[in-house]
Protein backbone atom coordinates (compact mmCIF):
# COMPACT_ATOMS: atom_id res chain seq x y z
CA UNK A 1 0.00 0.00 0.00
CA UNK A 2 1.12 3.65 -0.31
CA UNK A 3 2.59 5.33 -3.27
CA UNK A 4 5.20 4.34 -5.68
CA UNK A 5 8.14 6.20 -6.02
CA UNK A 6 10.77 6.68 -8.45
CA UNK A 7 14.19 8.62 -7.16
CA UNK A 8 17.56 9.83 -9.05
CA UNK A 9 20.92 8.22 -7.60
CA UNK A 10 23.78 9.21 -7.89
CA UNK A 11 25.25 6.22 -6.95
CA UNK A 12 26.68 5.26 -10.10
CA UNK A 13 28.77 8.38 -11.23
CA UNK A 14 29.97 8.16 -7.42
CA UNK A 15 30.90 4.41 -8.11
CA UNK A 16 32.74 5.56 -11.83
CA UNK A 17 34.52 8.43 -9.73
CA UNK A 18 36.15 6.50 -7.01
CA UNK A 19 37.15 3.70 -9.89
CA UNK A 20 39.29 5.90 -12.18
CA UNK A 21 36.31 7.12 -14.14
CA UNK A 22 35.14 3.23 -15.21
CA UNK A 23 32.21 2.74 -15.03
CA UNK A 24 30.98 -0.45 -13.64
CA UNK A 25 30.08 -3.75 -15.48
CA UNK A 26 27.72 -6.36 -14.82
CA UNK A 27 28.08 -10.15 -16.14
CA UNK A 28 27.99 -13.44 -14.97
CA UNK A 29 30.63 -15.86 -13.87
CA UNK A 30 30.68 -17.57 -16.56
CA UNK A 31 31.80 -14.63 -18.94
CA UNK A 32 34.26 -13.61 -16.83
CA UNK A 33 35.83 -17.01 -16.79
CA UNK A 34 35.67 -16.88 -20.73
CA UNK A 35 37.62 -13.80 -20.60
CA UNK A 36 40.33 -15.06 -18.27
CA UNK A 37 40.55 -17.52 -20.51
CA UNK A 38 41.38 -16.25 -24.00
CA UNK A 39 43.78 -14.57 -22.03
CA UNK A 40 45.92 -17.75 -21.06
CA UNK A 41 48.67 -19.08 -22.69
CA UNK A 42 47.10 -21.44 -24.51
CA UNK A 43 43.93 -20.61 -24.26
CA UNK A 44 41.18 -18.45 -27.13
CA UNK A 45 39.01 -19.44 -29.41
CA UNK A 46 39.59 -21.72 -32.40
CA UNK A 47 39.08 -20.68 -36.06
CA UNK A 48 35.01 -21.80 -35.28
CA UNK A 49 35.13 -19.36 -32.31
CA UNK A 50 34.37 -22.03 -30.29
CA UNK A 51 36.85 -22.15 -27.12
CA UNK A 52 39.89 -24.37 -27.45
CA UNK A 53 40.89 -27.36 -25.13
CA UNK A 54 42.18 -26.01 -22.11
CA UNK A 55 46.23 -26.46 -22.03
CA UNK A 56 47.39 -28.83 -20.12
CA UNK A 57 48.23 -27.00 -16.51
CA UNK A 58 44.68 -26.38 -16.31
CA UNK A 59 42.53 -28.94 -13.98
CA UNK A 60 38.91 -28.12 -14.97
CA UNK A 61 35.77 -29.84 -13.18
CA UNK A 62 38.16 -30.73 -10.17
CA UNK A 63 37.07 -30.19 -6.89
CA UNK A 64 39.67 -29.05 -4.15
CA UNK A 65 39.17 -30.81 -0.68
CA UNK A 66 42.40 -29.47 0.76
CA UNK A 67 45.56 -26.98 0.23
CA UNK A 68 48.43 -28.61 2.24
CA UNK A 69 51.61 -26.16 3.58
CA UNK A 70 54.86 -26.90 4.39
CA UNK A 71 57.93 -27.44 2.31
CA UNK A 72 58.23 -25.40 -0.68
CA UNK A 73 54.83 -23.97 -1.69
CA UNK A 74 51.54 -25.50 -1.13
CA UNK A 75 50.19 -29.17 -2.51
CA UNK A 76 46.43 -28.75 -3.61
CA UNK A 77 44.70 -31.90 -3.21
CA UNK A 78 42.21 -32.85 -5.88
CA UNK A 79 39.42 -35.15 -6.98
CA UNK A 80 37.97 -35.53 -10.21
CA UNK A 81 35.40 -38.64 -11.19
CA UNK A 82 36.06 -39.99 -7.87
CA UNK A 83 39.89 -39.66 -8.02
CA UNK A 84 42.18 -38.16 -6.40
CA UNK A 85 45.27 -36.18 -7.51
CA UNK A 86 47.33 -33.62 -6.35
CA UNK A 87 49.88 -30.67 -7.43
CA UNK A 88 52.40 -28.36 -5.75
CA UNK A 89 52.16 -24.11 -6.65
CA UNK A 90 54.07 -21.50 -5.63
CA UNK A 91 51.00 -19.62 -4.84
CA UNK A 92 47.48 -20.19 -4.17
CA UNK A 93 44.15 -17.80 -4.16
CA UNK A 94 41.70 -19.04 -2.40
CA UNK A 95 38.34 -17.85 -4.22
CA UNK A 96 35.77 -20.43 -3.60
CA UNK A 97 33.23 -18.82 -2.18
CA UNK A 98 31.26 -18.74 1.06
CA UNK A 99 32.09 -22.42 2.20
CA UNK A 100 35.70 -22.23 1.45
CA UNK A 101 37.72 -25.32 1.57
CA UNK A 102 41.25 -22.91 1.40
CA UNK A 103 39.83 -21.10 4.42
CA UNK A 104 39.40 -24.51 6.08
CA UNK A 105 42.89 -25.95 5.22
CA UNK A 106 44.64 -21.99 6.03
CA UNK A 107 42.82 -22.38 9.49
CA UNK A 108 44.04 -26.12 10.29
CA UNK A 109 47.51 -25.26 9.36
CA UNK A 110 47.64 -22.25 11.75
CA UNK A 111 48.27 -25.27 14.32
CA UNK A 112 46.51 -22.42 16.77
CA UNK A 113 47.83 -19.09 15.88
CA UNK A 114 44.12 -18.50 14.85
CA UNK A 115 41.88 -17.76 17.68
CA UNK A 116 38.41 -19.36 17.95
CA UNK A 117 36.79 -16.46 17.87
CA UNK A 118 38.06 -15.64 14.56
CA UNK A 119 36.93 -19.09 13.14
CA UNK A 120 33.62 -18.30 14.98
CA UNK A 121 33.14 -14.90 13.75
CA UNK A 122 31.94 -15.95 10.31
CA UNK A 123 28.28 -16.64 10.25
CA UNK A 124 25.01 -16.34 8.73
CA UNK A 125 21.95 -13.72 9.77
CA UNK A 126 20.55 -13.37 5.79
CA UNK A 127 20.13 -15.47 3.06
CA UNK A 128 20.01 -14.23 -0.62
CA UNK A 129 18.28 -15.66 -3.78
CA UNK A 130 19.84 -13.94 -6.64
CA UNK A 131 19.80 -14.53 -10.60
CA UNK A 132 20.28 -13.26 -14.02
CA UNK A 133 17.05 -12.76 -16.24
CA UNK A 134 16.61 -11.72 -20.22
CA UNK A 135 14.94 -8.68 -19.99
CA UNK A 136 14.29 -5.74 -22.19
CA UNK A 137 14.08 -2.51 -21.47
CA UNK A 138 10.54 -1.21 -22.65
CA UNK A 139 10.92 1.77 -23.84
CA UNK A 140 8.44 4.01 -21.10
CA UNK A 141 11.37 6.02 -20.09
CA UNK A 142 10.90 5.19 -16.71
CA UNK A 143 13.91 2.43 -16.23
CA UNK A 144 16.66 2.43 -18.39
CA UNK A 145 20.17 0.40 -18.94
CA UNK A 146 22.24 1.19 -16.28
CA UNK A 147 19.73 1.96 -13.73
CA UNK A 148 19.07 0.30 -10.43
CA UNK A 149 15.38 -0.73 -9.02
CA UNK A 150 15.77 -1.22 -5.00
CA UNK A 151 12.54 -1.75 -2.33
CA UNK A 152 13.07 -2.38 1.25
CA UNK A 153 9.86 -4.76 3.35
CA UNK A 154 9.88 -5.29 6.73
CA UNK A 155 10.89 -9.12 6.05
CA UNK A 156 13.11 -8.39 2.45
CA UNK A 157 14.73 -6.58 0.12
CA UNK A 158 14.67 -6.72 -3.47
CA UNK A 159 17.60 -5.17 -5.31
CA UNK A 160 18.11 -4.86 -9.32
CA UNK A 161 20.20 -3.96 -11.76
CA UNK A 162 19.75 -3.09 -15.67
CA UNK A 163 22.64 -4.08 -18.06
CA UNK A 164 22.36 -4.53 -22.02
CA UNK A 165 19.62 -7.04 -22.10
CA UNK A 166 19.91 -8.68 -19.16
CA UNK A 167 18.38 -8.00 -15.27
CA UNK A 168 20.49 -8.84 -12.46
CA UNK A 169 18.35 -9.25 -9.21
CA UNK A 170 19.13 -9.58 -5.86
CA UNK A 171 15.90 -10.84 -2.82
CA UNK A 172 17.52 -10.38 0.48
CA UNK A 173 15.57 -12.26 3.55
CA UNK A 174 16.54 -12.57 7.26
CA UNK A 175 16.94 -16.03 8.10
CA UNK A 176 15.09 -17.53 11.34
CA UNK A 177 18.38 -17.65 13.59
CA UNK A 178 21.90 -16.57 12.45
CA UNK A 179 24.16 -20.07 11.69
CA UNK A 180 27.49 -20.81 12.04
CA UNK A 181 28.86 -20.47 8.56
CA UNK A 182 30.53 -23.64 8.76
CA UNK A 183 26.93 -25.42 9.40
CA UNK A 184 24.32 -22.96 7.85
CA UNK A 185 21.95 -24.72 5.79
CA UNK A 186 22.93 -25.42 2.72
CA UNK A 187 20.35 -24.87 -0.11
CA UNK A 188 19.14 -26.43 -3.19
CA UNK A 189 17.41 -25.28 -6.53
CA UNK A 190 14.18 -27.05 -4.78
CA UNK A 191 14.27 -24.64 -1.91
CA UNK A 192 15.42 -21.46 -4.44
CA UNK A 193 12.38 -22.03 -6.24
CA UNK A 194 10.28 -22.14 -3.17
CA UNK A 195 11.60 -18.65 -2.18
CA UNK A 196 10.93 -17.38 -5.97
CA UNK A 197 7.01 -19.34 -5.29
CA UNK A 198 6.55 -16.77 -2.26
CA UNK A 199 7.32 -14.06 -4.11
CA UNK A 200 5.75 -14.49 -7.60
CA UNK A 201 3.16 -11.84 -7.19
CA UNK A 202 5.87 -8.89 -5.99
CA UNK A 203 5.83 -5.90 -8.64
CA UNK A 204 9.42 -5.52 -9.27
CA UNK A 205 8.50 -2.69 -11.80
CA UNK A 206 4.87 -1.41 -12.59
CA UNK A 207 4.62 -3.76 -15.70
CA UNK A 208 6.88 -6.55 -14.07
CA UNK A 209 5.98 -9.08 -11.25
CA UNK A 210 8.95 -10.91 -9.46
CA UNK A 211 6.96 -14.37 -11.41
CA UNK A 212 7.33 -12.92 -14.66
CA UNK A 213 11.54 -11.99 -13.74
CA UNK A 214 11.90 -15.15 -12.53
CA UNK A 215 10.18 -17.26 -15.36
CA UNK A 216 12.78 -15.78 -17.47
CA UNK A 217 15.74 -16.23 -15.83
CA UNK A 218 19.05 -17.69 -17.41
CA UNK A 219 20.62 -18.48 -14.35
CA UNK A 220 19.73 -18.48 -9.86
CA UNK A 221 21.36 -19.69 -6.64
CA UNK A 222 20.15 -19.03 -3.09
CA UNK A 223 22.83 -18.81 -0.74
CA UNK A 224 23.75 -17.58 2.86
CA UNK A 225 25.27 -14.14 2.96
CA UNK A 226 28.63 -14.51 4.88
CA UNK A 227 29.53 -11.29 7.60
CA UNK A 228 31.99 -11.11 10.21
CA UNK A 229 34.78 -9.32 11.39
CA UNK A 230 38.54 -10.65 11.68
CA UNK A 231 41.20 -10.18 14.19
CA UNK A 232 43.81 -11.67 12.16
CA UNK A 233 43.85 -10.99 8.25
CA UNK A 234 46.82 -12.93 7.31
CA UNK A 235 48.81 -16.47 8.25
CA UNK A 236 52.64 -16.78 7.80
CA UNK A 237 53.66 -20.74 7.87
Not at 204 to 219: C, D, P, Q
Request: aromatic fraction near 12%; glycine fraction near 10%.
Amino acid sequence: HGHPLVGASDFYDRLRDANGGYAPLLFARSALMGYLFEKLPGGGRGADGQMVEPPAYMSMGARVERVESGGEGARVVFTRDGKESSQRYDLVVGADGVYSTTRKSIWSAANGAIPATDKAALTAKFKCLYGISDFEVDGDGVFGVGDMVETHHKKFNFQMLLHGKQAFWFVFVKKQMREHIDSATRYTDEDAAKMASEFADFAVLHNLTFGELWARRTRFKLANLEEGVLKYSRFYA
